[in-house]
């Protein structure tokens, strides 16, 4: 049989990284059954397109992951498959709190013949088995013979042969420019950002988050060897293409065990697998200078801290507050003094907020070294705690948001402000800190750094940029490119004199 796994575009960003579940199942997926993978991220869709490739592909099961800001996409596109008689399974945090919704069990249409509920690295092998047979069942729940929830235990966990896999649609080098790019350095021909997970869980349960109720408090790893030898194996293909490779430890908590990642970056260290990383750390594990020294030494380029808000008031409303604003500076710095830069996610329209603290954030923001800040809206995601206390205050103005998900819109009302003025303050974070006079400030603030920091900063500051301002067009780049010419100019100018001024190479 043969299969597609397909993640619906998110409706606003181009993915800069393809999503790990595909490849995981497609790696779990029994002998026999041929696999292909559709990320609409990188190959937009749409209902007519897909229904004409699963027909000229002969695909005989769709399976699609998609979180809640998706789902109404891919409940659109499922509808579609189904309707020219090809079965649909469903999978992924959505649809394992909302299984009723997607099998049409609570007064709207059903939407998949199938559901897998939590994660389904083991149940997916039955599934494909029953398909094949015509015998799929309503929900696949993994649990264990005496019908307890079973979590996969990540000790064996499968080879995804990265050095094999057609990874054309992640290619983050522009086709026209792949050629020439190839003969630099060691070759940019390519450049992909890979998602790699060590470990599952995270214990802190804050209250507007997905991954403990889903994941559970039990957190699992990986061995240290496989996450190593998945490493070498990226390493090996980048190198063979002539191109780069990042990863991105997509682990929810990457030093939740500050133990077991020492040990995990030490063994990465020891078996040269470095390349550049991302992991998302919280603040408050980031205090051990040791654990700090080794992110640097393995690799490690940027650490995305949940911040959410500088104001501890709001920070205990959501259950987090282990996070402490008073050091988030130290921790930057900490950081940045080994050359490892953040990106600080924040939160608008919590429970104290009042107009004014996208202000507040920002006058705090400059205070620190320069990183990626982001700015998004507190949005109670189906099962959440903050969607059943919200839920019971009478809170929520959309209770199905995502069947109509509109991008940075609140679904409930904030306490000290109203939903535009929550929807004001997202709007000035952003266009203050991505602003032309803000990527040359961030680019200045490394004056005394190697031009490579600089030119990586501007670089990133210009994508993250695109995740509220859609910068997707041919004039929409040009009128980002001339905005920042100042910079780009003096960087230009500085590589130049840096090529001209190098040593001569020794005969
Ligand atoms: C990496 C990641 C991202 C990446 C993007 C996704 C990517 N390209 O990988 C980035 C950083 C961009 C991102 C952004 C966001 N993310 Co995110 N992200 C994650 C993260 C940390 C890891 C995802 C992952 O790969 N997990 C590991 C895989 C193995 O797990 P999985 O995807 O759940 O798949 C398993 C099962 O669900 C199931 N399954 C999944 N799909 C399917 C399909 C089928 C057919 C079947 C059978 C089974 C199945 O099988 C898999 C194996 O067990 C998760 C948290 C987490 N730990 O999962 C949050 C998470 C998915 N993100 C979340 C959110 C809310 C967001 C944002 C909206 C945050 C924001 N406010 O901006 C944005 C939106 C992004 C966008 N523009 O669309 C929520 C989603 C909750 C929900 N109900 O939808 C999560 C769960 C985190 C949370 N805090 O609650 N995210
Ligand atoms: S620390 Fe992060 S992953 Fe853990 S519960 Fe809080 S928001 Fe979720």
Known sequence: MRILLYNPDNGVTRNFMPHLWMFLLKSLTPAGHEVLLIDGNAQPMDEAGIVRYVQEQNIGLVGIG???RMIAKAYRMADAIRAVGTPVVMGGPHVTEEADE???????????????????DETWPKIVEDAARGTLKD?????????????????????IPWDKIDLGQFNLVPKLAARTLQRIGDGWGTFRIIPLESGRGCPYGCEFCTVTGFFG??????????????????????????????????????????????????????????????????????????????????????????????????????????????????????????NVYAITS???????????????????????????????????????P??????????????????????????????????????????????????????????????????????????????????YFPQMGVSAWVKVIYQNRRTIFSLIREGFVTWRTRPAPVV
Not at 102 to 120: M, Q
Not at 139 to 159: H, M
Not at 450 to 462: M, S
Request: overall charge positive.
């Open 139 to 159: 929900i696949y729940k993994p649990v264990d013979d005496f019908g307890q929830e079973r979590k996969p235990n990540l000790k064996e966990y499968p080879v």
């Open 346 to 384: 924040f939160i608008f329209g919590m429970d104290n907020d009042t107009p004014g603290v996208a202000e507040r954030t920002l006058q705090e923001i400059q205070s620190w070294p320069p990183g990626l800040p982001i700015f998004g809206l507190l949005t109670p995601l189906p099962a959440t």
């Open 217 to 338: 408090d039990s957190i699992r790893f990986r061995t240290n060897e496989s996450v190593v030898n998945e490493l070498l194996l990226l390493k090996a293909r980048a190198k063979s293409e002539g191109g780069q490779i990042a990863v991105f430890f997509i682990d929810d908590n990457f030093a939740i065990n500050i133990k077991r990642t020492k040990s995990l970056l030490r063994d990465i260290i020891a078996a040269n697998a470095q390349v550049h990383w991302v992991a998302q750390i919280s603040a408050n594990l980031l205090r051990d200078e040791e654990l700090v020294d080794l992110i640097a030494a393995s690799g490690g380029k940027w650490v995305f801290i949940g911040m959410e808000s500088i104001d501890p008031a709001n920070l205990a409303g959501v259950n987090k507050g282990f996070n402490k604003p008073g050091e988030y500076a130290a921790v930057l710095e900490r950081l940045a003094r080994r």
């Open 386 to 467: 903050l969607y059943k206390k919200l839920e019971v205050a009478g809170r929520l103005t959309r209770t199905k948001h995502w069947l109509e998900f509109i991008p940075f819109q609140m679904a409930h009302t904030p306490l000290r402000m109203s939903i535009a003025e929550a929807h004001a303050e997202v709007k000035q974070g952003w266009a203050r800190s991505y602003s032309s006079d803000a990527l040359a400030h961030a680019v200045s603030s490394l004056k005394n750094k190697p031009l490579g920091y600089r030119i990586n900063i501007f670089i990133a500051r210009i994508c993250f940029r695109g995740i």
């Open 102 to 120: 997607a099998l049409g069990r609570s007064g709207g249409p059903r939407h998949a013949d199938a559901v897998a509920l939590g994660e389904a």
């Open 66 to 68: 998609a979180m809640t």
